[in-house]
Every structure is written in C-alpha cells, then in structure tokens.
C-alpha cells in the first residue's frame, strides 16, 4: 500500500505549475543523484533533455525549460531565493554554460539541448529523457512527472517496486471507507488519525515545525499577492486583481507584516458579498503569485494552489477569529488525507484527469479540512469532500497560451467558494441520507478522465486554448 504523508501532498515549491515546473526541477535533481550513484557525475560530457507530449505542448507557458535549468543547476525549489531563478537561467542562456550541480561547467545551449518532442512517451503524458554523453556513449534515464511535484520512473520499473513495498504506516488508508473505520475504532476526529500516521515516520516537533512552514508560505503568498500590482508575465498582459480587490477591501486597517495583517482583515466588514470578495481575493492572490514564478505551496498541485489557503484563511479572519495554530494543523492533517485519497484512487495531474483532478481536488480537501474545524463529524468531513469534487467533474484542462493565468486563476477562486458552500451543506446532512460516498466519486473522477479528449488535458489544443487566441489579449 501506498504511504503518502500530507507533506507529500502539501509540498513548498516554485510556480507555476507543480507537474511542469516543479516535477522536472525535481526530476533533474534525481538524475543527478543517479549518476552520483553510479559514479558517472564526474564524466559526463554533454547533457541533453528531451520534453514529451505535455510536457513540451505547454512547457515553454509553465517555464519547464527553467525548471530544467535550475535543476540542473543544483538549485532546491524550497529554498532558492525567487528573484535569482531570471538571473541564473539568463547566465546559461548568455554564456552557453551550465554549472552542473554547482559543481561542473559543461557547455549547454538552451535552444538545442531542451528538445520539446510533441509525442507522448508510455504511461503519463508528462514525459521526459536525460541524457548523459560519457566517452561517447549515450546513457539515458526516463522520469515521468504525476501531478502534485511527484516524479516517478518508468512504469515497468514502478510496477515491481509497487508489489514490494509495504505500508509502514499504523493506519494505513487508501479509501474514505477505511479512514472512517479507523476513526470509529480509535474515536478520534480524522485530523488525530492521520496525525498518528505522521507520527510514525517523523517526530511531532518535527510535523509542527514544517506545518508551520507551510502555513507560514501560504500566508506569505497570499500577503505578497494582495500587495503587488501590474500584469502577469507571459503574453496574455493579465492585470493581477488581487491588488485592487484588496485596496477596496482593507479599507484604513493598519499592519506592517503577513501576521498583522491577517488580525487587521478581522476587523473588517463581513457581509455576505463582502466575504465572498474576501475569499477571492486570497485565492487569486496566491495564484497570481504562482504565475509569476512566485514561491508557492502545492495544495495538492501548483495550478490549484489557492483554494486551501484562502479557505483556511477564510476560517481564521471570518469564522473563528480565537483559531490558532492547532486548527490550522488539524485543517491541513485532513485536507492533506484527502488529497492522498484522490491521488492513490485517481490522479491529480490535469495532464492525466483535466482540472477536476486540480481544482476539483482541492476543492475537496478545503471542503472537508473546513467541516472537521466547523465541528463536523467524520462521515460529514468525507460527505464535505463529495459534494465539492461531485461538482467540478469533468472540468477540463484548457489554458490560453499554455499560461496557468486563463481561466485557471478565476477558477481557485471558484473552487475556495465552492469549498466553503459544500462544507456547510454537509454539515446540515444526516450521513444515513447520503447517496454518492466519496469513493463512488473518486471512482467516478477517474473514470470521467480517461474518456475525457486528450485535447482537454493540460495540451492547449482545445477548449478555451484555441478559442481565445494570444493576439486577442
């Protein structure tokens, strides 16, 4: 069985898309460490990286190239302060070379060296090969991108592997079903279940440090993307909206840093329409971040990175103004459960499921983070979770441009609302009443996304994509 933890599932990266920018930026990473392994770093000649199926159709539009690039270069997506990422990629561009890993020069030229091959390699459609020169000889490696900033390699590799490991998780969960029956076996809230998982593999300082971390990116995110005006970069010439939502909205409130202004927003105006804007605002906020190569956190992919923290957000300036750092631990410990559930039942990646499988997803996890600290019971957290994902089936993957701006920034703000609607819906449910479980759904979602056109899955080649062109923005 596979063990994923929520800081799997809540990973902190660079945007803007986790499948096309962080998954290959990773993947780069992991190469390196095979041929440290195999003793070949110190030989290699020549590098060249080859982009298949949507991995090169909208590569350029999600940075892939630089993603390579920073890779290669020894740079950690977590970390690396984001102003250099133009810097670093512009020195390989001016100068032909690439230190690999910080490590060794070898000469690199971006246009000829980065092939975006437009076939689709076996297995997942985000693709892609490296390759080593070594004393002439060729050595290749193939990775895939899934979704969510996970990399994995070839199928016929993972299957073997697959059969192997074991779960060493004390509760390990694959379907609602079989998280609910912990949770009636233990009497603890789903949030507790999960934690018992996390404390398995990590020490409990350990899980609050890095969930503060993720928190405190979050919030970060959210604070720089209601503080910074102008347009998007890329070509569409998208003006950022969260600066002008927010100016109407603060109104006089003073603050000087993220914290500050999360307590400020409490004391604002929060009528119905008020909270509605509130809530966008957040999630465009993040997501205007996340276009512009901005650091992020994947909840549970790039593209779909708004939704859980400004629902979470919501929570602490509108709902509960005493939340503190428990409730946000419990918040992300569900949403990161549920999210693990759709990705082990179907998939996450709008390359393989269209957006259902971005949005869709992470409106589910915020729906049923939300209804556990709304005082919702288990079966209502899973029944949350339904009713959100039941909503965006089939939703499809359709960027103008290859850019994750159009309509994939609206559409986090969408997803937070639809998060929070769900929530209270289920909370006014009896579970005896229900008709679809969360499984049924996943199952459908999955289903739903190999029927769906390849053209509606992250390639640009239909919908929205090629009836809004370029040179009508």
């Known amino acids: 069985?596979?063990?994923?933890?929520?800081?799997?599932?809540?990973?902190?990266?660079?945007?803007?898309?986790?499948?096309?920018?962080?998954?290959?930026?990773?993947?780069?990473?992991?190469?390196?460490?095979?041929?440290?392994?195999?003793?070949?770093?110190?030989?290699?000649?020549?590098?060249?990286?080859?982009?298949?199926?949507?991995?090169?159709?909208?590569?350029?539009?999600?940075?892939?190239?630089?993603?390579?690039?920073?890779?290669?270069?020894?740079?950690?997506?977590?970390?690396?302060?984001?102003?250099?990422?133009?810097?670093?990629?512009?020195?390989?561009?001016?100068?032909?070379?690439?230190?690999?890993?910080?490590?060794?020069?070898?000469?690199?030229?971006?246009?000829?060296?980065?092939?975006?091959?437009?076939?689709?390699?076996?297995?997942?459609?985000?693709?892609?090969?490296?390759?080593?020169?070594?004393?002439?000889?060729?050595?290749?490696?193939?990775?895939?991108?899934?979704?969510?900033?996970?990399?994995?390699?070839?199928?016929?590799?993972?299957?073997?592997?697959?059969?192997?490991?074991?779960?060493?998780?004390?509760?390990?969960?694959?379907?609602?079903?079989?998280?609910?029956?912990?949770?009636?076996?233990?009497?603890?809230?789903?949030?507790?279940?999960?934690?018992?998982?996390?404390?398995?593999?990590?020490?409990?300082?350990?899980?609050?440090?890095e969930i503060q971390r993720i928190w405190d990116t979050m919030l970060e995110c959210m604070y720089v993307g209601c503080h910074t005006e102008g347009n998007l970069p890329g070509g569409l010439n998208v003006r950022r909206r969260a600066y002008d939502m927010h100016q109407k909205l603060k109104g006089d409130i003073a603050y000087t840093n993220p914290v500050e202004w999360l307590y400020s927003i409490r004391g604002t105006e929060v009528k119905f329409r008020q909270i509605l804007k509130w809530v966008s605002c957040f999630a465009l906020a993040v997501n205007e971040v996340n276009a512009s190569l901005g650091r992020v956190v994947t909840a549970p992919t790039n593209g779909s990175a708004g939704v859980i923290p400004s629902v979470l957000m919501y929570y602490l300036v509108i709902e509960n103004h005493d939340a503190n750092f428990e409730d946000i631990k419990r918040f992300l410990l569900v949403a990161g459960e549920i999210g693990s559930i759709f990705k082990k039942g179907a998939t996450i990646s709008a390359a393989m499921g269209g957006c259902q499988a971005e949005i869709g997803v992470s409106s589910a996890m915020a729906a049923g983070a939300l209804c556990e600290l709304s005082g919702g019971t288990p079966e209502q957290v899973l029944i949350a979770a339904e009713i959100a994902m039941e909503h965006h089936l089939g939703m499809t993957c359709d960027p103008i441009g290859g850019l994750v701006q159009i309509p994939c920034i609206e559409r986090n703000a969408m997803g937070a609302i639809k998060a929070i609607n769900a929530c209270e819906l289920a909370l006014d449910t009896d579970p005896k009443n229900v008709k679809v479980p969360l499984d049924k759904v996943v199952e459908t979602m999955w289903e739903t996304a190999k029927d769906m056109n390849t053209k509606y899955k992250e390639t640009s080649e239909g919908g929205l994509a090629i009836r809004v062109n370029m040179t009508d923005c």
């Open 1 to 209: 069985m596979e063990c994923i933890s929520v800081f799997d599932m809540l990973k902190i990266g660079v945007g803007p898309s986790s499948s096309h920018t962080l998954g290959p930026w990773r993947a780069a990473e992991r190469w390196i460490e095979e041929l440290k392994t195999s003793k070949k770093f110190d030989t290699v000649e020549k590098i060249t990286v080859d982009l298949y199926g949507s991995l090169s159709l909208t590569g350029k539009g999600h940075a892939t190239d630089y993603a390579v690039i920073l890779g290669l270069s020894g740079a950690d997506p977590e970390y690396i302060p984001v102003e250099s990422i133009d810097d670093i990629v512009a020195s390989v561009k001016n100068t032909g070379t690439l230190l690999f890993n910080d490590e060794k020069s070898i000469a690199f030229d971006i246009k000829t060296d980065i092939i975006f091959n437009k076939k689709f390699l076996p297995f997942h459609s985000n693709g892609m090969i490296f390759t080593a020169t070594i004393n002439g000889r060729k050595h290749k490696s193939t990775f895939y991108s899934i979704g969510g900033g996970f990399v994995i390699k070839e199928e016929r590799t993972n299957k073997k592997k697959n059969f192997e490991i074991k779960c060493s998780f004390p509760y390990p969960i694959d379907k609602g079903t079989e998280l609910l029956k912990f949770c009636t076996d233990l009497n603890k809230p789903i949030s507790e279940v999960v934690l018992e998982n996390e404390k398995s593999i990590r020490p409990i300082e350990t899980i609050n440090s």
